[in-house]
């Protein structure tokens, strides 16, 4: 009886001392990998391919990639040309109908490049920082890539319509680092 005891008693504290830690200032400042990517299924018709690390320091979020890349895919309603005019990183948390709402944005690279369908553009984004308040729970948010693009219209010089895509990690970074 006292065995059972001592066990549910040391079970009941390893619970309780080893709690997730959700916010910024208790995760591990350690270099963690990244992998960022632009769902298919997503239906966007411009890709982003990210790679690298992440870092969570006390008031921001390192990240340094060692790959990066977009490409214009196209779409059956989008075949005509288009300019990567953004590319940035932050935060974002999920909302209804698979959209995203954007925080804490910061520039990785400003191509200004006319593309293609089927053109890929490679970057060489220099490590940024993501600013993050210590109290923030990032168990909420990922790591989103915005990709800002312009669509030309051949016929008309002066009319243009800008779109933004979205790429992200198969998970949650954070929710998966706090376990």
Not at 36 to 57: E, K, L, M, R
Request: glycine share 6%; aromatic share 6%.
């Amino acid at each position: 009886m006292l065995r059972r005891i001592c066990i549910i008693l040391a079970v009941t504290l390893c619970g309780a001392t080893n709690a997730a830690p959700r916010y910024a200032r208790d995760l591990p400042a350690q270099p963690m990998p990244l992998t960022i990517v632009t769902n298919p299924q997503d239906g966007f018709s411009v890709a982003g391919h990210f790679a690298g690390t992440y870092q969570v320091h006390p008031g921001y979020i390192e990240v340094a990639l060692t790959a990066a890349s977009v490409q214009l895919l196209g779409t059956p309603s989008h075949q005509r040309g288009r300019v990567i005019t953004d590319v940035r990183i932050g935060l974002a948390e999920p909302t209804e109908g698979g959209k995203w709402k954007p925080s804490s944005l910061v520039t990785l690279a400003t191509p200004e490049q006319v593309m293609k369908v089927g053109d890929a553009q490679p970057l060489s984004p220099a490590p940024v920082r993501i600013p993050v308040a210590a109290t923030l729970d990032l168990s909420k948010r990922w790591l989103v890539v915005e990709i800002a693009s312009t669509y030309l219209d051949p016929a008309d010089a002066n009319k243009t319509k800008s779109g933004t895509c979205y790429a992200h990690s198969k998970f949650n970074l954070f929710a998966a680092a706090a376990r």
